[in-house]
């Protein structure tokens, strides 16, 4: 069965460090890999996605992500983080021509200043 | 409107009512999804419409629920018989293509549900 795995359920970091949130996931082929931001009372919104190509892709708001076959993980990173980051954000696998996306358990996150 | 609208952002009901919650997407938007978020738990899949049929809907977790989108607008998803266990935050997102294709999904606030 298709599954997204994030193992890190809470992470802090200090304002202006750098970030790494971990996604794996498990599917027999290549799925379509996305990660999403959930901030308080607002929608997720998309951050990157991953179909084919180059294995780092670029995102919104500094975000970016690379796929790793190998370890069939699509962690996100950002080199500097913002105390506007804080939020719950979400990794997601697209399979079945993308009509069904499975969704990590999500990683919450708290900057500090 | 801008974005995609779901009402009512709250619902608190009691154990065996009847529930409807509404999603209006964005305009244009051919394809529709419902989840369902619990806490802690990522948005986990219910249905799925391409237009106004039921493209998929292998996610609802038994005959209690059921969604509807007749006019391949806005979709009423229905919750008979509530228990406790379905209180969670029910998310709607439409997309202009399937998610497949744009992997862009744009997502309402939720309804937040409340099962006494």
């Known amino acids: 069965a298709q599954s997204v795995t994030q193992p890190d359920i809470h992470i802090t970091v200090s304002e202006g460090a750098s970030l790494e949130l971990r996604c794996n996931y498990s599917?027999?082929?290549?799925?379509?890999l996305f990660w999403y931001v959930q901030s308080p009372g607002q929608g997720l919104q998309l951050l990157l996605k991953?179909?084919?190509?180059?294995?780092l892709v670029q995102g919104i708001k500094g975000f970016e992500a690379e796929f790793k076959r190998s370890q069939s993980s699509f962690n996100l990173r950002k080199p500097s983080v913002h105390w506007s980051d804080a939020a719950e954000y979400f990794c997601?696998?697209?399979?079945?021509?993308?009509?069904?996306?499975?969704f990590g358990t999500g990683t919450s996150l708290t900057v500090i200043p | 409107g801008a974005g995609v609208s779901q009402t009512p952002s709250n619902k608190v009901t009691e154990k065996g009512k009847y529930v409807e919650l509404r999603c209006d997407p964005i305009?244009?938007?051919?394809?529709l999804y419902w989840y369902r978020q619990s806490l802690g738990q990522g948005p986990e899949f219910l249905i799925y419409?391409?237009?106004?049929?039921?493209?998929?809907d292998s996610g609802l977790p038994n005959d209690r629920f059921f969604a509807v989108r007749p006019e391949g607008s806005v979709s009423t998803l229905k919750i008979q018989r509530t228990e406790r266990g379905d209180s969670a935050v029910y998310l709607c997102?439409?997309?202009?293509?399937?998610?497949?294709?744009?992997?862009?999904?744009?997502f309402g606030e939720g309804s937040r549900l409340t099962v006494l």
């Open positions: 599917y027999g082929a290549t799925p379509y």
């Open positions: 991953y179909f084919s190509g180059d294995t």
């Open positions: 997102a439409s997309s202009l293509l399937a998610a497949g294709d744009t992997g862009e999904l744009f």
């Open positions: 305009s244009g938007h051919t394809a």
């Open positions: 419409f391409q237009g106004t049929g039921a493209a998929d």
């Open positions: 997601a696998v697209a399979v079945n021509t993308g009509n069904q996306f499975y």
